[in-house]
Nanobody, 126 residues
Framework: QVQLQESGPGLVKPSQTLSLTCTVS??????????WSWIRQPPGKGLEWMGV???????YYSPSLKSRSSISRDTSKNQFSLQLSSVTPEDTAVYYC??????????????????WGQGTQVTVSS
């Protein structure tokens, strides 16, 4: 049974870089045809897919966030991470990591994910 757990600071100042890590157990980031995403949900709004790292290490991002986003992984720790630069209060959200399986992903929809982390609240405020 795969489990995902987000971690990182709950408060980030405007203009700084938000950094989050997702620790995975019960599966490997390199399992063929798995893909690992970051998704967020701002208060009062719907889910927003941010980006994905496939089993081969390739990454793809939402066009609206591509210029500020970076997803990386540490296979020795079975962790993948998100960095979002130049944050503003509009980046305040609950951030989730999630897994897709059974394909190679360039983008993803909520229905594509078969496992989710519990989510972590990040507030951008001075």
């Amino acid at each position: 049974q795969v489990q995902l757990q987000e971690s990182g600071p709950g408060l980030v100042k405007p203009s700084q870089t938000l950094s989050l890590t997702c620790t995975v157990s019960g599966d490997s980031l390199t399992t063929t045809y798995t893909a690992w995403s970051w998704i967020r949900q701002p208060p009062g709004k719907g889910l927003e897919w941010m980006g994905v790292i496939n089993y081969d290490g390739s990454t793809y991002y939402s066009p609206s966030l591509k210029s500020r986003s970076s997803i990386s992984r540490d296979t020795s720790k079975n962790q993948f991470s998100l960095q979002l630069s130049s944050v503003t209060p509009e980046d305040t959200a609950v951030y989730y990591c999630a897994r897709c399986s059974g394909g190679y992903y360039y983008t993803a929809w909520p229905s594509d994910f078969d496992s989710w982390g519990q989510g972590t609240q990040v507030t951008v405020s001075s």
